[in-house]
Nanobody, 126 residues
Framework: QVRLVESGGESVQAGASLRLSCAASGDTSSSFAVGWFRQVPGKDRDVVASISWDSSNIYYADSMQGRFTISRDNTKNTVYLQMDNLRPEDTAVYYC???????????????????WGQGTRVTVSS
């Protein structure tokens, strides 16, 4: 099992940038894929981006393409989500999720992931 802790969420103005971090601990000796998701009250948890264990495959949801960048530093067991040009509609709780796999594919479905962090809140005001 991989334990995940997100950080970096805060309240910002539209157009600002934030970098979220997802620190993994526990069974990090195995390779694991990571996804970032976000959720607003009353709606499903939507994928933002995902990255394979070796960073060879990366996926972005259409509305994040060009504004968000996912990356990882396996020496630090940390995955990052750089968010630029934030919009009010980006306001949500952001979660990172992981699942141990040696496959280098990425996964955009929340149900595929087995381990989740507690979330970090991002608020973007106009």
């Amino acid at each position: 099992q991989v334990r995940l802790v997100e950080s970096g969420g805060e309240s910002v103005q539209a157009g600002a940038s934030l970098r979220l971090s997802c620190a993994a601990s526990g069974d990090t000796s195995s390779s694991f894929a990571v996804g970032w998701f976000r959720q607003v009250p009353g709606k499903d948890r939507d994928v933002v981006a995902s990255i394979s264990w070796d960073s060879s495959n990366i996926y972005y949801a259409d509305s994040m393409q060009g504004r968000f960048t996912i990356s990882r530093d396996n020496t630090k067991n940390t995955v990052y989500l750089q968010m630029d040009n934030l919009r009010p509609e980006d306001t949500a709780v952001y979660y990172c999720a992981a699942r141990t796999t040696y496959r280098t594919t990425t996964y955009s479905t929340a149900s595929w992931y087995t381990d989740w962090g507690q979330g970090t809140r991002v608020t973007v005001s106009s």
